[in-house]
């Protein structure tokens, strides 16, 4: 095992960079007074293997081949769109007139069928990142699945609203990636506190 790093490397999904650690990055470095904390941008899980980064913070279906994690908590999505958009819905039916906002390559058709919500799939609006299909449909461009809690702060500030009360069972959760080997490192066992402190911090969903 490694001893602790003067330099502690974090690769964490940009969306989950925005809204749980640069909002405390104070903070942070202050748990770590004698580290110098670097955030990467999302460069991959394979970065830990080759000693890129030290932990790294992602959305996933679950644990990762060859690499040890710390599983944060629960995930659920829920369907959003504008407030204004959200004047006009309803209904289910008042719903799946809207186009659906997804991001590209991830089943949000398949999701929202699992609850009984049948969108058109000739309406769908396929978005490169998660952060882009929230702003499309934070413009009223139509209906995204959010996951929360890590988009709690959008709706909390009215960007976005929750229509209906439907909660999507999905299988993603927030994992807290680490190499073979690295879980009991000091310095990673610190940072595990406090992604877990602020995870938990999350502002609660409004209705």
């Not at 009223?140 to 909660?167: D, H, Q, Y």
């Not at 490192?185 to 595990?192: H, I, S």
Request: one cysteine or more; charged letters at 25%.
């Amino acid at each position: 095992m490694q001893q602790p790093a003067d330099v502690l490397r974090i690769s964490i999904m940009p969306f989950l960079a925005r809204e749980l650690v640069m909002p405390r990055i104070t903070d942070l470095r202050a748990r770590f007074p004698r580290v110098e904390v670097r955030v990467e941008a999302n460069i991959g899980p394979s970065a830990l293997e080759s000693g890129q980064v030290h932990a790294a913070l992602q959305v996933a279906e679950g644990p990762l081949p060859g690499l040890e994690c710390t599983r944060l908590g629960r995930m659920t999505a829920a369907p959003v769109c504008s407030p204004e958009l959200a004047d006009a819905i309803h209904t289910t039916a008042d719903l799946t007139r809207e186009p659906l906002i997804g991001l590209r390559g991830y089943p949000v058709l398949e999701i929202a069928r699992r609850a009984g919500i049948d969108f058109d799939p000739k309406r769908v609006l396929p978005c490169d990142s998660y952060s882009e299909s929230l702003r499309a449909a934070a413009r009223g461009l139509g209906i995204a699945l959010a996951l929360f809690p890590i988009t709690n702060s959008w709706v909390a500030s009215e960007r976005l609203v929750a229509p209906l009360p439907i909660r999507l069972d999905i299988r993603e959760a927030c994992y807290l990636l680490y190499a073979a080997g690295e879980r009991e490192r000091p310095d990673l066992c610190e940072l595990r506190e406090w992604i877990e402190e602020s995870y938990a911090e999350l502002p609660a969903m409004h209705p």
